[in-house]
């Protein structure tokens, strides 16, 4: 206001000087000089916001500036981290609380929705989106089945109420033996009555069962990465495809063919779809669903018709740990509506180099996948090559879209925040 009072008084060259001071006043974040190590396309930069040493997983980010942060693990006795930003996009830690680890986060219609491996929790929010209470939330799932794997919880909500659960399988293919040589599927795999798929339930019912709950799609392995597409009112999905096609069927995959196999497959799902595990899985080179080695296979046996194609496929092995749709207006328009992917980077290539670890940009048009997926942002791993995941000194994990458009990604190595900006005008 002050501006535009003066304009009149002052000389021409000073008032673009005074506008220009006002402009970079009100546009304060900018990158970290080595864009906090990650590589971008040109435009794109990057600052660490924080590191709050713990294993971040997913994250919210408000319009008041506070980020609220998932652990997959305690740190101090407590699962959520709360953190507030500066006006130069650095922020600082400003409380903690939950007595649970876990994974999902997500904000919705004055709520925050958070998950342990078990159960999922909301906590109401006041009109500057803080938690009013944060020792007593409301429980609205209970008793979920967790396995010794792929036991995390993600959500998401849609426009109409409903909250969409990930169970993910507690074995790799469904083996008698899991991940044994040679050991056969289970007949019919009687697990996914519980788990390996996506359930729904209502988003303000308190202490639901899976009685409460429908399987609203089935044949999932795990699912980390998830979101609701608003452009066409639909959940789509990113699933770790399975492991060990060589060390239990050497005679039919070489090591070389279980490091690229099978695809980490993006689904866009309806109500009663079935994506197959682990009766098959997707040949992303071939293009094809092969039938489970566990299950008659050979390696090359196509698959029935009646599972769910996917409507992208990626690299074996990347694990996909986030997902997000993104609507903001700060990146250029080619990028509205697309969809960032976080791998979280593979274990399982050797004697390959390990792949993922990094953010992927999947262009969509009218709501569906749309030309190549293409590299947005690397070098979380601190190194050129990564032959063994414990090289990796960050590897992303959530995703989440500040008011501004700006991008944050999560690491949970070590707890890095980091936020990417469009700096071109």
Known sequence: MRIKAWRY??????????????????????PDPDNAGLKMPDGFGALLVANIGAKARHLSVTPQGDIYVKLAKLKEGKGIITLHEAANGKATVTGSFCNYGGTGMYIKDGYMYASSNTEIFRYKLDAQNKVIDQENPEKIITGLKAGRQHETKSLVLDNDGNIYINIGSPSSSCQIQDRGLHSPGIPGCPLL???????????????????????????????????????????????????????????????????????????????????????????????????????????????????????AAYPG????????????????????????????????????????????????????????????????????????????????CGLALGADGSLYVTDDVKGNIYRIIYTKK
């Open 9 to 30: 008084l002052l000389p021409m060259g000073v008032m673009a000087i005074t506008t220009l001071y006002a402009l970079k006043a009100d546009n304060s974040v900018i």
């Open 193 to 311: 009555d519980s788990a390996g798929g996506i359930w729904q339930f209502k988003a303000n019912k308190l202490n639901q069962t899976y009685k409460d709950g429908i399987r609203y799609a089935t044949g999932l392995r795990n699912i980390v990465g998830l979101d609701w597409n608003q452009q066409d009112n639909q959940l789509f999905v990113m699933q770790h495809g399975r492991d060990n096609l060589n060390s239990s069927w050497p005679e039919l995959f070489d090591t070389k063919q279980s490091a690229e196999l099978p695809a980490e497959c993006m689904y866009a799902l309806k109500k009663g779809d079935n994506a197959g595990f682990p009766f098959m899985f997707y040949n992303q080179i071939t293009h094809k669903k092969i039938i489970s080695p566990e299950y008659g296979g050979d390696g090359k046996k196509e698959a029935d018709a009646k599972y769910l194609e996917p409507t």
């Open 317 to 396: 092995h990347m694990a996909p740990n986030g997902l997000l749709f993104y609507t903001g207006k700060m990146f250029p328009e080619r990028y509205r509506n697309g969809a960032f992917i976080a791998f979280h980077g593979s274990w399982n290539r050797a004697p390959e180099p390990q792949k993922g670890y990094c953010v992927v940009f999947q262009p969509f048009k009218n709501g569906k996948p749309s030309g190549d997926w293409e590299v947005f942002a690397e070098g979380f791993a601190g190194i050129d090559e990564v032959k063994s995941p414990s090289q990796a000194q960050h590897r992303p």
